[in-house]
């Protein structure tokens, strides 16, 4: 089945500076790609998503970029602010599901220091 | 628009008793709805799919019996956890995906999720 793998675990940057997760999938068939934000005890929170057909989508500071060929697809944060500060995850559909089904990254926890 | 609700937001009970949450699709129909389990500093894990109608399909590992799910309408789903212990206390989270076909096909909705704490 589908495995997505993401790094870091675990991500410290300054107020102002850019951060990047990074994921990789298994299935080279899998056609959506969204990003999540989790803050402690609450649900998780789309972000930004890709579909496989795009190569990369921007929503103000955020970036999503995805490279097919190897199989792997980024989060871009420009100019990090402290309420960024959250759990990240990314998840991918992957083909052995329908294309419905979630499989979701570890997470990365960030953390943005004024 | 989108809105995905669960019920309750937290509970307590005592080991050997049932639980049931409620997910429910506020404003959009949902014919597939998903129960995932979260322990703590972990990822959403996949615990079992919904199907409005029909029965529910299991991921590896997860007991249909101790985690009874019921999807009879199109915009409820219930996950009961039977014979709860310790073992069983996490963080359930619901999600729906909304089948009219919308632009927003294929992304899911959570629910707030419901913090089970099994004495």
């Known amino acids: 089945g589908e495995n997505v793998e993401q790094h870091p675990s675990t991500l410290s940057v300054q107020e102002g500076d850019s951060a990047v997760i990074k994921c990789t999938y298994s299935?080279?068939?899998?056609?959506?790609f969204p990003w999540y934000k989790q803050e402690l005890g609450k649900r998780p929170q789309l972000i930004i998503d890709i579909r496989s057909n795009v190569g990369e989508k921007k929503d103000q500071r955020i970036a999503v970029t995805l490279n097919k060929t190897a199989k792997h697809f980024s989060l871009h944060i420009t100019e990090t602010q402290p309420e960024d500060s959250a759990v990240y995850f990314c998840?991918?559909?992957?083909?052995?599901?329908?294309?419905?089904?979630?499989?979701f990254g570890t997470g990365t926890r960030l953390l943005v220091s004024p | 628009g989108a809105v995905v609700s669960q019920h309750p937001s937290w509970v307590i009970c005592k080991s050997g008793t049932s639980v049931k949450i409620e997910c429910r699709s506020l404003?959009?129909?949902?014919?597939?709805m998903f129960w995932y389990r979260q322990f703590p500093k972990q990822s959403l894990m996949l615990m079992a799919t919904s199907n409005e109608g029909s029965k529910a399909t299991y991921e590896q590992g997860v007991e249909k019996d101790k985690f009874l799910i019921n999807h009879a309408s199109l915009t409820l789903s219930t996950l009961t956890v039977t014979s709860a212990h310790p073992e069983d206390s996490s963080f359930y989270i619901c999600s729906a995906r909304d089948t009219s076909g919308r632009p927003s096909y294929n992304e899911q909705f959570f629910g707030p999720g419901t913090r089970l704490t099994v004495l």
């Open positions: 299935d080279s068939a899998s056609n959506y």
């Open positions: 998840a991918a559909t992957p083909r052995n599901t329908g294309f419905q089904k979630l499989v």
């Open positions: 404003d959009f129909q949902a014919t597939t």
